[in-house]
């Protein structure tokens, strides 16, 4: 039998205008499981998990997208997943496009 469903999905936003800091409940992936990619203002996170053994066979995909908003720093994109699954990703940004000008 096979199932879908999404099993990762952003669980908070912060932007304090300096900085955005994204988490992502990634918990049912092991950390080499998990990809993430920044280029152009997008995030992308791809994680795929397989298991296969006589009894039962297990297959689960996520794909996120995120649009970093106007200003953000692409080339100081990190990202950190944390003993709990916790997927981290921060990303500094310009204070006046933050304000707007």
């Known amino acids: ?7 990762s999905s952003m669980t908070r936003e912060e932007d304090d ?4 800091k994204l988490r992502f409940d990634m918990s049912n992936y092991k950390p080499e499981e998990v ?8 995030l992308r996170i791809n994680a795929k998990h397989e298991e296969n053994d006589p009894n039962h066979y297990i297959y689960r995909e996520s794909k996120q997208e995120y649009h970093f908003p106007r200003g953000t720093h692409m080339d100081n994109v990190n990202a950190n997943i944390g003993s709990d699954g916790t997927l981290t990703v921060e990303a500094s940004r310009d204070r006046q496009d933050a304000l707007g000008y």
């Open 1 to 7: 039998m096979l199932s879908k469903r999404n099993d």
């Open 17 to 20: 205008g300096r900085n955005v």
């Open 35 to 42: 990809t993430v990619h920044a280029h152009d203002n997008h």
